[in-house]
């Protein structure tokens, strides 16, 4: 069996499409059906640059038909940026992932925006996989994509053990903060480099986590 990497682009009668009036991005960073229960435990991780656009989907999401529960696991809120972890648990009978799971497909990543679901799956049946998407939502996108080059443009950033530990030294010192806690020559001095050195790898990094960001907008659209 041919294994193809699909993205699929699709609206339907979901909670997802409230996203088209609000100003928020949600990844979904796991989601998981319990065997034999049509139910279906998720996490999402959703960023807004306002609160009340948040609220207004945790709202949404609680208030749509078969969501159980909607819990928040942990929120992170500065200007301009507001990140929430939220846990649901909802019925999936007849959705998009019962299609993927029907023909033996791959559930890989998943996004949503603006109304629609950004699905990644890895399927050795698109034909029948396409066929009964189209009989459960308006597929606006599909296409084969080459897997490494989503693995890289959506999965995790590549950062090399050393630049995850100039980011963190960074990070941790408050150095992203405004007005910053502590400057290059303090971290410079932690890690025991000099401060052309650690500027050289904090642009290093921060320019890996701008192309993975700019990538994956790229991807979506």
């Given amino acids: 069996m041919v294994l193809e990497f699909l993205r699929l682009a699709v609206v339907h009668d979901d909670w997802s ?8 991005f949600v990844d979904v960073a796991s989601s998981i059906p319990i065997a034999g229960t049509g139910v279906k435990r998720s996490i999402l991780v959703v960023s807004s640059p306002r ?3 948040v609220k207004r989907l945790m709202g949404l999401v609680r208030g ?9 696991v942990s929120r992170y809120a500065a200007r301009n940026n507001v990140v929430v972890v939220l846990s649901t648990v909802r019925l999936f009978r007849g959705g998009v992932l019962s299609a993927v799971l029907n ?12 109304g629609l679901e950004y699905w990644f799956v890895v399927t050795g049946d698109a034909g029948g996989l396409i066929s009964e998407l189209r009989e459960r939502a308006d597929v606006k996108v599909i296409e084969h994509v080459d897997a490494l080059d989503a693995a890289r443009r959506i999965g995790r950033v590549s950062l090399t053990r050393r630049e995850l530990d100039v980011l963190k ?43 993975r960001e700019l990538n994956r907008w790229d991807y979506l659209v």
């Fill in 64 to 72: 749509f038909r078969g969501v159980k529960s909607v819990g928040l």
């Fill in 51 to 53: 609160l009340v656009e």
């Fill in 17 to 24: 499409r409230f996203t088209e009036s609000i100003d928020a």
């Fill in 103 to 114: 023909h033996g497909s791959y559930y890989y990543r998943e996004f949503i925006q603006g």
């Fill in 169 to 211: 030294a960074a990070y941790d010192a408050g150095y992203f903060n405004w007005p910053r806690d502590y400057g290059v020559n303090f971290i410079a001095g932690r890690l025991g480099v000099s401060k052309t050195t650690l500027m050289q790898e904090l642009r290093s990094v921060i320019r890996k986590l701008a192309e």
